[in-house]
């Protein structure tokens, strides 16, 4: 199995058994474009009901609250393409948030208010972020649990356990760390805000992971098909274990976004964001069965969802409530766009 | 004159006393504008404190408001957002669900929460007098609020030794949610005397499940907030809804008043208002029936 | 070279293997020399998979083991066993649809470092492909190729691996003489380097022209291991089904008068261009062509399954028109796709729904009653010999022949007039096939008209009354009983030929 | 291969190659009863913890409750084993109930409080439900868009459009027609709650549907597998668009028994019932990704849910904070003890 050239003369002119692939047609590139232009349209909308949109600050703003549920989102979209979801996302947010506030505020006793404390309140958060993710990836694969199920029951787990701590009330950063903390979310670099620099380096970090390292063709081969995964002996358990650890470190990198925006933690934290990552993860172009997805999807979906809301507080034109209304019809119209491809 | 623009951020209607929050503030919108041409209220509601949060910024960043009367889903997660816009240099109205730290505020607008508990609880320990009674709690859901009312009723119905308070659970401000609870309650204490619903949108399901249960140990049921349903029940001498207490959501019509008026003539606004939570009575309810109102 | 050596380069020791209460293999002993192209024949069921599977680590024996130059082996899974440089060639096809041809030739072996070397890799399986003599873009996507592009994909991704020992499970049943003819050349030159070859088909001429030495396997158990030069194809078959077989082929019946089927000016746009025919009662058609012809493709537009524009449809002399399948079966046509686990099987179903699942009308009163239709289980079990430990069983574990039979009585127990058949006896024995045939006969002689699209051409040639050869999607010749030669249709099929009086349409490019 | 008989040949000399079948192994039809044993095992501990569990009233109580998402998840069952999902049933339950109530109270005026009028209400529920459930179905199947965004969609849009109808508030069943309509909740047959009667009969139904009617095993084979029950001559479309509509009847039929609850709509009516239905669903062991499912586990997950909710307010062991934990931890055990099975 080593000669350079190929054992066998070239095949006769005449057969063209198999003949050269036509270039794929326009029309579907064009329509894995669909979430995009979706968010060009909603951009041009935007700006024309309220020129105000294209300001730098309100963009920043836009790409800043994207960031979250983006940056979750990108951790999802791995776990989606291996045939997984997660549902606890948002709940263990929120526990993270609340874990991570009490450690800092205690910490500070100790260490002071300093970057030390802020530290270890962020290694906090990807510990637990995980840990937790550990938990999932393990119960779902070795304790062969649907995904769905581990991951509701978790949801319940982590928010009941926030509760818990915060008493029914709200865990609170204490001022002087808060102070210290802030410019992780209010800060800049070069202008540009660092949760925006931060989900970019995440979304390219993904979509390398993803499309460029054999961990991310393993991903996609045991969402395509996992026998077959198997049969090429890809070590399927520990690649579906690692993509529910790399969304809870996903997780707990948002959460260490997040802290300092509101500074406390409530049992209302998070709230629903399972359910904005898994859309902003859908509407990118990802099929819920798994398989195939893109990241870059992911990232239009995440900044699609965040522009719709931002759209409407923008203008007037639309009853107060009926702001859900607008962003379910304008969450189908754009898959409409997309649709196409499948 | 400069025009002014007033940015008024409110919780979604998720429930009855919040549709009355977003109710009265569009009329006090349509009143204010009309009063003043040169005033320009925008009303948003958002459904979360994140959304909420996101939402100030906008009317900072794009409506560029010169005022924000809030009403915040949760005081500590939007304190630090309004503080934010507090330092640009909007003047800050809050209302009801105060934050967690009043230097991010102007001025402070609210119901009394400690006295709605505080009041309810009164009245259940001289209703039921010498020989006591069992009582059962519905509570909101876990917020800051919702601990106060909680910690005052608890304290004032503490003052008679032979209430004895069988269980505290959330409701969620839910009249589902109150529903299945209390039909939980009927079927784990056989003996009930009264309970304390803490909101008339959970009164709604409690009554309801002691009507299904054909139960008639229960004296009495306390909701709370000022429902026209409930406030006409009180009028009418409902044996089961002797009392009601207040906290109007029109209290957001009266923050946005106070706060456009002394943007407008300049005089500096009072930095607390409280609007206090009195008792219904059916010497009273009438002047709390508003039969207009969503709620 | 074809005498076994002192130390064997596999040996098998008394393999067993069960599956649940069934045992599939019996005490399974023989060993293949070093060099050796060993074929493997047994009917459907008999176990030839299975015992590759262990062959291949991907299955773990019961009892016995296997020994590779004479050392046991026990492969802990088939990543351990490639390293051993044991490579299969899986009958059912192993590749992820949602990957490209080249991630999946080297799907567990990709190439780079930190990041993948993706130039490199769809070199690689530019390479691969090219000497099986295949021009097909790596980057296309596996769901998107046809059945026998993703079994040269799965060939080339056996061949890009470095293997002492290779396993080719039925390479050849989706493929059509060509093909074979450039696999088999690719094996002999492996030969010539030392490389040991398991191969499983159940076309007995291939057997004869490519192996030194054949092993049988009859029912699980082994029967008995011979010089493939010492064996005649009809020895072969004998000894596989354990008695002595008939004729192959049944006498062919005539056609009646009646049109069945009138089919004018069919276009599948990208697929096929202006094909016309017509089928009579009693009437057995074929279509013949290499692989790309697109006769595949000409028969799902005829049913709906594609886009298409027909100019002229006719059953039973009447107009129609097929929207869908449904369409077609109200009309009493029906159609075996050759994609037997993505279009024909339900394959994770059991075989009971599977049987009915177009018939279903019959067992409803509105109930349906469950009892009629394991009877009909029973029944067709027994009609098509599908073998199977249980009938409780899902589809996917039956072997690939049997589930083949188990797909065209889904079909036929439609009672349809006009039957197409693609492919129909792809990985079906010997004796099968000989039953297949029969059932074509008679089912024409029942009056119904039958189309088979083959790429067996002996099978077409032996079974069929009047053969239309398809080149680059369009119909170039007709051949009736007396011109039928395998010469004649390859020089349709390459383009060589074409009929005068479809030159018309026929616009011929190399 | 002679007699020319049936259309079907007679068997060849060599077949005869099937044994009787062998019992199903024990041990994987166990696992099958998990959730029903997890459900019984839940009533045990409930009843040691607080006698009055076993009573009928409380039994009834539970199975009440239960019969809201219980109907809606038999529907729900048909859609995930389809390979589908609907997000929507919660919102389009609030929406129903709204509608439903406006018409009933104008149609008060001219028909008065009786019979008439409820009838018209509980049709106007059935038609908006299957109305619902149509587009559902057509947007997904025709307008090729994956189900989870069609749904996401419509669960924003229909309770937007409540709360637009509610004006925020609450839309109030006139309480002369709420009297006559309350036994349609409160009422009881033979001694046992009209809803509860509904849902055994919705069940079963539906049991007898999926498991005895072509349109069931149509619903399974199009889950197990659309390309082969396409080439099969299934109109996939056609079964698809009604399992949507089938699930949009049973939230109508909900909605018909909800409504005499509480007399009442709010923009708050059903919310996250699309969790309970499709959890109802996953651990009565019906695959996520379809293909096949069954009734009675439906049944029991609903009730199993239900249950523990009740459980916990019987007893007084848990912080309330951690109620929803406890749901967690026992979805969780539940789903393991069905686990072997996939
Ligand atoms: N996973 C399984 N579970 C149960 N039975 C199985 C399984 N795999 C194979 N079998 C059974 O084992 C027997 C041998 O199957 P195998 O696939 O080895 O046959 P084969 O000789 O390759 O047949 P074919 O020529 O049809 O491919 C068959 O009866 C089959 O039904
Ligand atoms: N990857 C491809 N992309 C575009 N066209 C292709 C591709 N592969 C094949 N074709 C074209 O598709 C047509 C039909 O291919 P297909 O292999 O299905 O034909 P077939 O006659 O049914 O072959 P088979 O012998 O397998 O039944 C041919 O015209 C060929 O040119
Ligand atoms: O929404 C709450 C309401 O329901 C309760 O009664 O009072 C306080 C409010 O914030
Ligand atoms: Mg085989
Ligand atoms: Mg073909």
Redo the contacts between chains.
């Keep these: 199995?080593?000669t350079p050239n190929?054992?066998?003369p070239?095949?006769p002119?005449?057969?063209?058994?198999?003949?050269?692939?036509?270039p794929r047609p326009f029309l579907s590139r064009l329509a894995a474009l669909g979430p995009l232009l979706g968010l060009l349209a909603l951009a041009a909308v935007a700006t024309a009901l309220n020129p105000e949109f294209l300001t730098v600050s309100n963009l920043a703003n836009v790409l800043t609250r994207a960031a979250f549920t983006g940056i979750i989102a990108v951790g999802m979209t791995f776990v989606i393409i291996s045939g997984g979801i997660d549902l606890s996302v948002g709940s263990l947010a929120a526990l993270i948030a609340g874990v991570m506030i009490l450690v800092m505020n205690a910490l500070t006793a100790s260490l002071g208010a300093g970057a030390a404390t802020i530290a270890l309140g962020m290694l906090t958060a990807l510990v637990l972020g995980s840990l937790a993710g550990l938990f999932h990836g393990v119960t779902i694969t070795l304790g062969r649990i649907e995904p769905f199920i581990v991951t509701l029951g978790t949801l319940g787990i982590y928010r009941a356990v926030l509760t818990y701590l915060a008493q029914g009330g709200a865990i609170s950063l204490g001022l002087e760390v808060g102070d210290r903390y802030s410019p992780v979310y209010y800060g800049t670099l070069l202008g540009v805000p660092i949760p925006i620099l931060v989900f970019a380096a995440v979304a390219l970090l993904g979509g390398?992971v993803l499309n460029?390292?054999?961990y991310g063709?393993y991903v996609?081969?045991i969402?395509?098909?996992e026998?077959?995964?198997r049969?090429?002996?890809?070590n399927v358990t520990g690649i579906k274990i690692a993509t529910y650890v790399l969304l809870g470190v996903c997780v707990g990198l948002a959460t260490i976004l997040y802290v300092p925006r509101l500074g406390s933690a409530t049992p209302s934290t998070g709230l629903l964001w399972e359910l904005d990552a898994i859309a902003a993860v859908i509407i990118g172009g990802t099929a819920l069965k798994g398989?195939?997805g893109r990241i870059w999807g992911t990232v239009v979906g995440a900044i699609l969802l965040v522009t719709i809301e931002n759209v409407l507080n923008l203008t007037n034109i639309i009853s107060v409530y009926l702001n859900a209304a607008v962003t379910g019809f304008v969450i189908i119209l754009v898959a409409f766009f997309q649709r196409s491809r499948r | 004159q400069a025009k002014q623009v007033i940015g008024v951020s409110i919780p979604a209607a998720d429930h009855g006393w919040t549709a009355g929050i977003v109710y009265h503030a569009n009329e006090a919108k349509k009143a204010l504008e009309q009063k003043y041409p040169n005033v320009q209220i925008i009303v948003k509601t958002a459904k979360d404190s994140n959304e909420q949060a996101n939402q100030i910024q906008d009317l900072y960043t794009v409506n560029k408001i010169n005022a924000l009367v809030i009403l915040p889903q949760e005081s500590a997660p939007l304190t630090r957002p309004v503080a934010d816009l507090k330092s640009k240099g909007v003047f800050v109205t809050v209302v009801d669900r105060g934050l967690t730290d009043p230097k991010a505020q102007d001025a402070y607008v609210a119901g009394d929460n400690t006295a709605f508990g505080r009041v309810a609880g009164q009245y259940f320990a001289q209703r039921l007098g010498a020989q006591g009674g069992n009582v059962v709690v519905l509570r909101g859901i876990p917020t800051v609020i919702d601990n106060q009312r909680v910690a005052a009723f608890n304290a004032a119905v503490a003052k008679n030794p032979k209430i004895k308070v069988l269980d505290a659970r959330y409701g969620n401000w839910n009249r589902d949610d109150a529903f299945k609870v209390m039909q939980d309650y009927l079927t784990r204490f056989p003996k009930i005397d009264a309970v304390w619903a803490s909101d008339d949108d959970m009164a709604v399901g409690v009554l309801r499940a002691i009507q299904q249960a054909g139960r008639k140990d229960i004296k009495f049921v306390v909701g709370g907030a000022g429902m026209k349903d409930m406030i006409k029940k009180v009028m009418d001498g409902d044996a089961l809804i002797p009392v009601d207490v207040t906290y109007p959501p029109s209290m957001i019509a009266d923050a946005m008043r106070l706060t456009v008026e002394s943007r407008v003539t300049g005089k500096p606004m009072k930095a607390t208002t409280i609007i206090p939570s009195v008792l219904v009575t059916k010497a009273n309810a009438k002047q709390f029936y508003y039969p207009n109102s969503p709620f | 070279m074809t005498a076994p050596e002192a130390v064997p380069a596999v040996a098998f020791q008394g393999i067993s293997k069960t599956f649940?209460?069934v045992e599939v293999l019996h005490d399974v002993t023989f060993s293949v020399a070093p060099g050796e192209v060993h074929a493997l024949l047994g009917e459907n069921?008999a176990g030839k998979s299975t015992l590759m599977k262990i062959l291949g680590g991907?299955l773990a024996p019961t009892r016995g083991e296997v020994r590779l130059s004479g050392q046991p082996a026990h492969f802990r899974?088939?990543?351990d066993a490639?390293a051993r440089g044991i490579v299969l060639i899986?009958q059912e096809f192993?590749?992820?649809?949602?990957?490209t041809v080249a991630?999946n030739i080297f799907?567990?072996h990709?190439r780079g470092g930190?990041?993948?070397n993706?130039a490199a890799m769809g070199r690689g399986a530019r390479?691969a492909l090219?000497?099986?003599?295949?021009?097909?873009?790596p980057r296309?996507r596996v769901r998107d190729l046809t059945v026998?592009?993703k079994q040269?994909v799965e060939i080339a991704r056996a061949?890009s691996r470095?293997?002492r020992v290779l396993i080719l499970d039925e390479p050849t049943a989706t493929l059509?003489l060509?093909?074979t003819e450039?696999l088999f050349?690719?094996m002999r030159?492996?030969r010539e380097?030392g490389?040991t070859m398991l191969y499983i088909s159940h076309k007995l001429d291939e057997v004869k022209a490519i192996a030194d030495r054949v092993t049988v396997l009859r029912d699980g158990r082994y029967v008995t291991t011979a010089p493939a030069g010492d064996l005649t194809q009809q020895q072969m078959a004998n000894l596989m089904?354990?008695?002595e077989l008939e004729a192959m082929f049944?006498p062919r019946g005539q056609a009646g008068p009646e049109e069945l089927l009138r089919v004018e000016g069919l276009d599948v746009p990208?697929w096929a261009q202006g094909v016309s025919f017509t089928l009579r009662r009693g009437e057995v058609l074929g279509f013949a062509g290499?692989?790309?012809a697109g006769r595949t493709e000409t028969f799902e537009g005829l049913l709906g399954?594609r886009p298409h524009r027909i100019a002229r449809l006719e059953v039973r002399g009447r107009a129609a028109r097929f929207r869908?399948?449904?369409d077609?079966?109200r009309a009493g046509v029906?159609?075996l796709?050759e994609d037997r686990k993505?279009?024909?099987?339900?394959?994770?179903?059991h075989l009971r729904?599977n049987l009915t699942?177009?018939t279903?009308?019959r067992y409803?009163h509105?109930?349906?009653d469950?009892q009629a239709e394991r009877a009909a289980l029973?029944?067709?079990?027994?009609?098509?010999?599908?073998?199977?430990?249980?009938?409780?069983v899902p589809a996917s574990a039956l072997s690939g022949g049997n589930q083949q039979k188990l797909a065209l009585?889904?079909i036929?127990?439609v009672?349809p007039d006009v039957i197409i058949l693609d492919e129909p006896t792809r990985g079906v024995d010997v004796?099968a096939k000989r039953?297949i045939y029969?059932?074509i006969q008679?089912?024409a002689?029942?009056g119904k008209g039958v189309i088979v699209i083959s790429s067996e051409l002996p099978e077409l040639l032996g079974l069929c009354q009047r053969l239309l050869v398809m080149h680059g999607g369009r119909v170039v010749g007709e051949l009736g009983e007396g011109r039928m030669s395998e010469h004649e249709v390859i020089q349709y099929a390459?383009?060589?030929k074409v009929d005068d009086h479809l030159r018309r349409d026929a616009h011929v490019h190399?």
Tied chains: 1, 4.
Excluded: F
């Design positions: 199995m080593s190929p054992p066998v070239p095949p002119a005449a057969s063209g058994a198999v003949p050269p692939a036509p390398l460029r390292t054999r063709r996609q081969a969402g395509s098909n026998q077959v995964a049969y090429a002996a890809i398989g195939s | 649940g209460p069921g991907y899974d088939s990543r490639e899986h192993n590749l992820a649809e949602d990957l991630q799907l567990g990709e930190l990041l993948l993706d390479e090219a000497r099986l003599g295949v021009t097909l873009d296309l026998p592009q040269l061949l470095q293997a059509t060509q093909e450039r050349r690719l030159h492996l380097e490389v089904v354990g008695r049944p990208g290499l692989v790309g399954l869908g399948p449904g077609a079966a029906v159609y796709s993505g279009k024909g099987l339900h394959v994770n179903l729904p699942l177009m279903l009308g409803a509105p109930l349906l469950v029973r029944r067709a079990a027994q009609d098509y010999g599908i073998r199977a430990g249980r009938l409780d009585a889904k036929l127990e009672n004796g039953e029969h059932l008679q089912l002689a029942q390459t383009g060589l190399t």
